[in-house]
């Protein structure tokens, strides 16, 4: 079955490190998503790809980076880990078109001290 | 900027119960809503999309409405059973495509 998978599922990692996470999707998905979960503040855009070569900066991109080779994988890079980071991190892909549902990753327990 | 509220942030509720879960937005400018369900540790699966256009979408025991000139969306779940319990998170989709969620309802079915 096509699934959308995360790893690592918890890290923890100190101040000013780099950390990556990754996100793979088997679903042959154009699209995909990285968004951040806090309490209080629902889930927020972090950084979004359309296709192959594609990036764009969702509504809290400071501090982060993605970059798009291939069709299955959006990696997410913290370059310099803050505490403020400490979150989940969900990805999520979706199909050609852009107002398709979207389909979540099991997410990623970030802590950094 | 699109805000997307919903109330309560918990509820809690005896088997069997109907019951009525809202979200409200402030921008009617959408592409379509969104309601998902989060079990705790784990990702969002999506249970109905409404489109603009359309005024409400049934799932089973799920019906969800929308009404874009107030704003507002009501998720309605019937027979609540215990596995059930979850939080439910709306989500608008704005008209550049990106969903807006909001911090969702934690539902609880006691049996």
Known sequence: DAEITQSPRHKITETGRQ??????????????????????HGL?????????????????SDGYSVSRSNT??????LESAA?????????????????????????TRLTVL | KQEVTQIPAALSVPEGENLVLN????DSAIYNLQWFRQD????????????????EQTSGRLNASLDKSSGRSTLYIAAS??????????????SSYKLIFGSGTRLLVRP
């Open chain 1, 19 to 40: 950390v990556t996470l990754a996100c793979h999707q088997t679903w042959n998905h154009n699209n995909m998503f990285w968004y951040r979960q806090d309490l209080g």
């Open chain 1, 44 to 60: 927020r855009l972090i950084h979004y790809s359309y296709g192959v070569q594609d990036t764009n900066k969702g509504e809290v």
């Open chain 1, 72 to 77: 299955e994988d959006l990696p997410l890079t």
């Open chain 1, 83 to 107: 505490s403020s980071q400490t979150s989940v991190y969900f990805c999520a892909s979706s199909s050609w078109g852009f107002g398709d549902t979207q389909y979540f990753g099991p997410g």
């Open chain 2, 23 to 26: 979200c409200s937005f402030t």
């Open chain 2, 40 to 55: 705790p540790g784990k990702g969002l699966t999506s249970l109905l999309l409404i489109q603009s256009s359309q005024r």
């Open chain 2, 81 to 94: 059973q215990p596995g059930d319990s979850a939080t439910y998170l709306c989500a608008v989709m704005d």
